[in-house]
């Protein structure tokens, strides 16, 4: 059974960073690109970064430049290193694998605000 936990969000004001992390269990992690994604309210979730095992990145338009995936295969985990946050980017962020995508976790919750 596949398994997704996210932790690190939280509350920060504008300007400020958080780092995320994902753990995955119940299945083989390297072979594949995992992303982040990121859902706000009465918004559809979006993906707004991925990593390929070769460690090739593609960002959305709207993070890049602050935003930055990485991930540890050993330990099954995948990052989001978030820097001058903004409001827009409120919202529950979540990982998953790219293609073919396992069952969602509870995601994190990312609050921007002063």
């Known amino acids: 059974q596949v398994q997704l936990v996210e932790s690190g969000g939280g509350l920060v004001q504008p300007g400020g960073s958080l780092r995320l992390s994902c753990a995955a269990s119940g299945t083989v992690f390297s072979p594949y690109t995992w992303g982040w994604y990121r859902q706000a309210p009465g918004k559809q979730r979006e993906e707004v970064a991925r990593l390929t095992m070769g460690g090739s990145t593609n960002y959305a338009d709207s993070v890049k430049g602050r935003f930055t995936i990485s991930r540890d295969n050993a330990k099954k985990s995948v990052y989001l290193q978030m820097n001058s946050l903004k409001p827009d980017d409120t919202a529950v962020y979540y990982c998953?694998?790219?293609?073919?995508?396992?069952?969602w976790g509870q995601g994190t919750q990312v609050t921007v605000s002063s």
């Open positions: 998953n694998r790219v293609s073919v995508q396992f069952p």
